[in-house]
């Protein structure tokens, strides 16, 4: 099975403007997350769609956004950047979010904002 | 509230020792820790994950302990190799309110040879 698929890998914009990722998951996974990671904060859970529907949120602000599609595909939108938002921003999908379904990571895209 | 610490943020060893990453969390009614190795430029890998109904489990030379009643739980790479090197990620699924996935802060390894 292919894995994790996100793109672009890197990405450089401009503060005030937006951009969009997209994470296509494993085939069969409906479950996608999304994480922010930066060098002195880790790991932190930005959102979670399952069938199209986000199930959780984590504590960022209303600019952070995202959708999945019928196909699990799954997009996430920053409007506004900030310096503060360059980071790698990693999706993961499972089976499921539940115990019985480990998240399986795609490389990651790069944003610097300038 | 729900949070995950990780300790210690780095640790160094010499080629064959032991390392130990510790891990407590705070939803006493998370049942599922897995644990993440990520080299760098890479992304996360699942490296092994324990359930709350078992206290330890092994994978060759990585193994992972866990206390319910402390909250805390263990990772345990033995006669560790240059190639163990990355930063791990402990993390806890959360069941207060939504349901996720939170992570450890990260510990970066260094084996030297």
């Excluded at chain 1, 296509?24 to 994480?35: A, D, E, L, Q, T």
């Excluded at chain 2, 993440?36 to 092994?58: A, C, F, H, M, T």
């Excluded at chain 2, 090197?85 to 996935?101: E, I, R, W």
Aim: hydrophobic share 30%; net charge positive.
């Amino acid at each position: 099975k292919a894995g994790v698929t996100q793109t672009p890998r890197y990405l450089i914009k401009t503060r005030g403007q937006q951009v969009t990722l997209s994470c296509s998951p494993i085939s069969g996974h409906r479950s996608v997350s999304w994480y922010q990671q930066t060098p002195g904060q880790g790991l932190q859970f930005l959102f979670e769609y399952f069938s199209e529907t986000q199930r959780n949120k984590g504590n960022f602000p209303g600019r952070f956004s995202g959708r999945q599609f019928s196909n699990s595909r799954s997009e996430m939108n920053v409007s506004t950047l900030e310096l503060g938002d360059s980071a790698l921003y990693l999706c993961a999908s499972s089976t499921q979010l539940d115990v019985n379904s480990p998240l399986h990571f795609g490389n990651g895209t790069r944003l610097t904002v300038t | 509230g729900e949070n995950v610490e990780q300790h210690p943020s780095t640790l160094s060893v010499q080629e064959g020792d032991s390392a130990v990453i510790k891990c407590t969390y705070s939803d006493s009614a998370s049942n599922y820790f897995p644990w993440y190795k990520q080299e760098l430029g890479k992304r996360p890998q699942l490296i092994i994950d324990i359930r709350s109904n078992v206290g330890e489990k092994k994978d060759q030379r990585i193994a992972v302990t866990l206390n319910k009643t402390a909250k805390h739980f263990s990772l345990h790479i033995t006669e560790t190799q240059p190639e163990d090197s990355a930063v791990y990620f402990c993390a806890a699924f959360m069941n207060t309110g939504f349901q996720k996935l939170v992570f450890g802060t990260g510990t970066r390894l260094l084996v030297s040879p």
